[in-house]
């Protein structure tokens, strides 16, 4: 046995680590453990490369392209899981394996080691039972296969890239100069002169729409100059009420974390471009309708930066403090109201993670009231045109009625999804 073996159960024994389910699985997996004749078979293209890299501690991510699975791992373990892919190929059995193994780690149990890999989808003959927080907490409406899309547009992709830089830089330049010009004023960029308050909203809404699109594009063609193939366009319904438009990116956590956050920047960067040019262009010659689009955008960057949901900033906001799991620790916490087993305790590792779990909390509960006041104003206006008029004392206790209607909702929805 080599020192860097002795090492490792030293920190097994040290820690006493148990290299089969973390405790957040434990707490919610009910599956049947993995039988010791069952022979254990990784994609093809499984593989690990680093994810993390800090004072503390290197992290490093143990992922499939081809199931895009991926499982987290710490540098304690890596050259456990470098010979469990060695030696694991579709032949040998656990029981097999256990025995080739056992004299040299310390791991308490094969069969439920290799139960948690199965689970984290990375074994190609494995029944997959467990699911991901998006899959648990939404709704996917429609997807679009993109893959052959992307393969094509590949050779165009780096001058593409080329043409915006430059662009980028000529159009925010002269912003710039506009502004230190007093060409432009800061204060009333976004105003129009011809359109109601409500003909603004309308428009915004309609306009938002193409910038959507074309938002998630840019992760697409940023990522493909990456060498990564997207693969969907997807939209979902997040929490029962956020609807989410985002692409699929297989492989994207093999990215060097740098890499990693211009991939996910790369919507809001374009929405940023489109924001000023449509300021430029609508200042300099007063059109109403740019200047609509502008905002449209500038929205479309505030909600991508807020990091308490599904957004890009979520996850811009998980690499740059080389983190991750926070939503996966908020889902816990939701789930925590139904599942008894889930302990809470474990979910505030540190402040952060308060701070983070609560935030998140906030942001959902103020949505679920948005949609209590929403329904409370419609009912309003159903019974005014019956010339019904409803006392105004009960608009509170009917959206929250309809508030805690689409928690219970969301609740149920979550435990169907979760089995």
């Known amino acids: ?16 680590t148990n290299l089969t389910l973390n405790d957040e699985t434990k707490d919610k997996t009910k599956q049947k453990i993995l039988d010791g004749n069952f022979k254990p078979k990784f994609f093809e293209d499984i593989r690990i490369s680093p994810l993390f890299e800090n004072a503390a501690q290197e992290i490093y991510c143990v992922g499939t392209i081809e199931s895009d ?6 540098k304690g373990k890596l050259e456990f899981m470098k010979t469990l892919l060695n030696i694991t190929d579709g032949e040998k059995t656990i029981d097999e394996i256990d025995r080739t193994l056992s004299s040299i780690y310390a791991v308490s149990s094969y069969r439920q080691f290799f139960t948690m890999l199965g689970e984290y989808g990375l074994l190609k003959n494995y029944n997959l039972n467990r699911k991901s927080d998006m899959s648990i907490f939404s709704i996917n409406l429609f997807q679009i296969n993109i893959k052959k899309f992307c393969i094509s547009i590949r050779r165009y992709v780096p ?10 830089i000529f159009i925010f330049s002269l912003f710039l100069a506009l502004i230190i010009t007093n060409s432009i004023d800061i204060t009333t960029m976004f105003e129009t002169k011809n359109n109601s308050s409500f003909q603004t909203l309308i428009l915004i809404f309609i306009y938002i729409v193409p910038s959507i699109v074309v938002h998630e594009l840019s992760h697409m063609i940023v990522a493909i100059n990456h060498n990564l193939t997207p693969k969907y366009i997807k939209y979902s319904l997040y929490m029962l009420i956020y609807p ?5 990116i297989p492989g994207i956590y093999f990215l060097k ?8 920047s790369a919507g809001v960067i374009w929405n940023s471009f489109f924001m000023f040019v449509c300021i430029v262009v609508g200042n300099i010659f007063d059109l109403d309708l740019l200047k609509i689009l502008a905002y449209s955008n500038l929205i479309l960057i505030v909600i991508n930066l807020i990091p308490f949901f599904l957004s890009d900033g979520y996850f811009i906001l998980s690499n740059i403090l080389k983190t991750s799991n926070m939503r996966k620790d908020f889902t816990l916490f939701i789930m925590s109201f139904t599942n008894k087993n889930i302990d809470r305790k474990k979910l505030f590792s540190n402040k952060f993670s308060i701070f983070y779990i609560l935030m998140s909390l906030i942001f959902l509960i103020y949505g679920m009231y948005g949609v209590g006041v929403n329904a409370a104003s419609t009912i309003y206006e159903f019974l005014a045109s019956r010339s019904i008029n409803l006392d105004g004392i009960y608009f509170l206790p009917i959206s929250i009625f309809f508030s805690l209607l689409m928690f219970s909702v969301l609740m149920f929805t979550m435990n169907k999804n979760s089995k």
Do not use: H, T
Request: glycine share 0%; aromatic share 14%; hydrophobic share 50%.
């Open 69 to 74: 699975n991926y499982l987290k791992i710490d």
């Open 1 to 16: 046995m080599d020192n860097s073996n002795k090492l490792f159960n030293k920190i097994i024994e040290k820690e006493k």
């Open 244 to 248: 989410i438009i985002y692409v699929v």
């Open 159 to 168: 001058a593409l890239l080329a043409i915006f830089k430059m662009s980028y």
């Open 257 to 264: 974390r740098e890499e990693r956050i211009w991939v996910l």
